[in-house]
C-alpha cells in the first residue's frame, strides 16, 4: 500500500489532482489566483523536500541499525527511502509548478491518469 500512495505522489502532482478547495477562486482575480497557486506548489515544494530529506535520514538510520518488521523481518529501511525520494520527487514537481503552472487544458477535474 505504501509503493502504491507514495508511488503516485508526483504523478499526482504532476497533473494537478490534489484535494483543492476553490469555491472563492471565482470572487479572486485571476492575478490574484494565479499567485495563490504559485505561493501554495512553493510551499508544498518546501514541505515535501523537507520531508522526502527527513525520511531519507530515516531510512539510513533503520539501515544502519537493521530495523525490520516485527513478525516477518523485512528491513524497513528501502520503505522508507522510497517514500521519501518519491517525496522529494513530488517536491521538485512542485518546485517546477511554481515557475511553470500549468495551463488550463493541462489541469484535471478528477479524471484517470
Not at 516477518?72 to 529501511?77: E, F, P, R, V
Not at 514537481?93 to 491518469?113: A, K, M, N
Amino acid at each position: 500500500m505504501v509503493v502504491v500512495i507514495f508511488g503516485a505522489l508526483p504523478l499526482v502532482s504532476r497533473k494537478g489532482e490534489h484535494v483543492v478547495f476553490d469555491s472563492l477562486d471565482g470572487f479572486w482575480p485571476k492575478g490574484f489566483v494565479k499567485f495563490q497557486k504559485s505561493l501554495v506548489n512553493f510551499l508544498c515544494s518546501i514541505a515535501l523536500l523537507a520531508l522526502g530529506w527527513l525520511m531519507i535520514s530515516t531510512g539510513i538510520d533503520f539501515a544502519s541499525f537493521g530495523e525490520t518488521t516485527a513478525q516477518l523481518k523485512i528491513s524497513k529501511a528501502p520503505f522508507i527511502m522510497g517514500m521519501g525520494f518519491m517525496c522529494a520527487l513530488a517536491g521538485i514537481v512542485h518546485l517546477i509548478l511554481v515557475f511553470h503552472p500549468l495551463s488550463e487544458d493541462e489541469e484535471s477535474e478528477g479524471g484517470v491518469l
